[in-house]
């Protein structure tokens, strides 16, 4: 029996909390995303951990939209957002929006005011700037600071009412200018943003920042534990602050390290970049690190989730190799995929000895790692389609393919021996021709014969035909974005290959957006959503061993 793996340290304080009766034993939890982008694999990580700590220990998890900038918003990404958390395999208890509070933080807006804890300021965002100090120094007052209370309620009023264009005011928490934590140096709690929002509309034209709505909707939503990544640290104290002044549900928020995976980037303005400048063809191109791009390249919610699980819960950040990722999907597909035969770079063989015209049905297994998977038929004739890497003219010691006098088994079928080939005008070989050994019949071969190597194949007369994409790592770097200069400019040139006409089984032909194969010595692929009836497309997953790998020892 395995070990039951250690408590990460949040659940330790959760396990903690419901002993010592916190909360009446209560975990609450919430995930917050802004809906101003697609959801990447980091995102993932932070799903998997609300979602995980709250069916662990019989809470709920919100999904709350935190909708407070209009300017970059939109409902396509709420959906898609809601859609990617449905397809990890999680469902939230409450949908909620940070929207859905506007006129209880604007109250509570209020309430500050009312105490002397928050005053209008009039200074630009360049001014507040160079007023606020640095680390080793303490900032200065605004002159503004000291206004009344009733001057800062009218103020704040006529903000409401869309008086004032934007810039021109806003609405600061009045904490200490010496503060050592740069965060509470007065921090900025409204800004005036004339701008159409995509659920109130046009009711509101000034919103809350994010450091103002975010505990405040905690506390609203009697959230438990707030679980941040850790550039959120120094944003805990304000957290706190807001709640106390306010006297509100005390949440509580905690933090671990975000999910940085290599050869990648994770900001949202940079993928956005990718998407808008045509470096990939959307949000969903297989080469991103979105849910939906995963999602299309055939990557499954549960190799997602125990990549997520492997990775940990930790207090530090750290570069995760996309190779543990990749792992973790070979690992759950050679367990579920079925095999099939795919040529993607064709050559002719003939079979010269074997009848013209004459076929025959062999059964190839589905799955050899699942007894219950049952087989299908291959089609066996005298002319063939090899991969070209399958032949060489000369062939060095230990080439266990083809080449002339060498001989090598057609998987599922015979042992054949190559006895000459043609060239084409350009000299590239064009046919091979062999003689097959018709006791060598896989299954009942009483030839005597032994062969090292063993190559798949299709049926000329048979196959269907197919475009193939094979993907590969968006960058060629480890991390792009820690690299001097533009990002953009370590873009993997060879991240697509483009195979406009690959030859396949016939047996692929029924195959359904998303059904996931291994096709035999090239790695494990999906059916794309531009497929139509008369034209497959197929994804590359992820290739059958870590090449990247080989590589970086090489170098």
């Not at 506390?219 to 002044?245: A, D, G, M, V």
Request: contains cysteine; charged residues 25%.
């Amino acid at each position: 029996m395995s070990e039951e793996r250690s408590l990460n340290f949040i659940e330790q304080i959760i396990e903690d909390d419901i002993a010592n009766g916190v909360n009446d034993g209560r975990v609450h939890t919430r995930f917050p995303p802004e809906p101003n982008g697609y959801l990447h694999i980091g995102h993932a990580k932070s799903i998997c951990l609300n979602f995980g700590l709250a069916n662990k220990y019989n809470g709920k998890t919100n999904l709350r939209f935190d909708d407070t900038n209009p300017v970059t918003e939109e409902t396509e990404y709420v959906e898609s957002i809601k859609a990617d958390i449905k397809w990890l395999g999680y469902q939230w208890a409450n949908e909620l929006y940070a929207s859905d509070y506007f006129e209880q933080l604007h109250d509570f807006a209020v309430a500050l005011i009312k105490k002397g804890l928050a005053y209008v300021d009039d200074l630009s965002a360049a001014e507040i700037a160079a007023l606020k100090g640095t680390p080793t120094e303490p900032g200065k007052n605004s002159p503004h600071r000291n206004r009344s209370v009733e001057e800062n309620l009218q103020l704040f009023a006529d903000m409401r009412a869309g008086k004032y264009p934007d810039g021109a005011k806003v609405l600061r928490a009045k904490v200490d200018m010496a503060h050592v934590n740069m965060h509470m140096r007065d921090p900025l709690m409204y800004r005036i943003k004339h701008a159409h929002h995509h659920r109130t509309g046009d009711t509101w034209c000034i919103y809350p920042m994010y450091d103002f709505a975010h505990g405040q909707s905690d506390s609203i939503e009697k959230i438990t534990h707030s679980i941040c990544t850790l550039e959120f640290i120094p944003h805990r104290e304000l957290y706190n602050w807001f709640i106390e002044q306010l006297n509100i549900f005390p949440s509580h928020q905690y933090e671990f390290a975000r999910l940085n995976l290599s050869y990648t980037v994770m900001s949202k303005r940079k993928l956005l970049q990718l998407v808008n400048e045509g470096h990939v063809t959307g949000w969903d191109d297989p080469r991103m690190p979105t849910l939906s791009a995963f999602r299309r390249r055939g990557y499954t919610p549960s190799s997602i989730r125990t990549f997520a699980e492997r990775v940990g819960v930790a207090k530090r950040d750290n570069l995760i190799e996309i190779g543990l990722l990749e792992f973790c999907i070979r690992e759950e597909l050679n367990k579920t995929a079925n095999r099939v035969m795919a040529v993607l770079d064709p050559v002719k063989l003939v079979i010269t000895n074997y009848p013209e015209g004459q076929t025959e049905d062999l059964p190839a297994e589905n799955n050899p790692e699942d007894p219950d998977s049952g087989h299908h038929n291959l089609t066996f004739s005298n002319t063939l389609y090899i991969e070209r890497e399958d032949f060489m003219e000369e062939p060095p010691k230990k080439f266990f393919r083809l080449g002339p006098g060498l001989m090598v088994r057609l998987k599922h079928a015979y042992i054949v021996k190559c006895d000459s080939f043609e060239k084409d005008a350009d000299g590239n070989v064009s046919t091979i021709f062999c003689s097959y050994i018709p006791e060598s019949k896989s299954g009942s071969d009483t030839s005597g014969i032994n062969v090292k190597g063993t190559i798949h194949w299709v049926s000329a007369a048979h196959a269907a035909t197919a475009e193939v994409r094979l993907y590969d790592r968006l960058f060629s770097v480890e991390n792009p974005a820690a690299e001097e200069g533009d990002f953009k400019s370590f873009i993997n040139p060879s991240s697509l290959e483009l195979i406009p006409q690959a030859y396949i089984e016939p047996f692929l032909l029924d195959a359904k957006v998303g059904d996931q194969f291994q096709f035999l010595r090239k790695g494990y692929f999906c059916v794309d959503p531009d497929s139509t009836p008369g034209k497959l497309v197929f994804n590359r997953t992820v290739t059958l061993k870590d090449t990247w790998a080989k590589e970086a020892k090489k170098a």
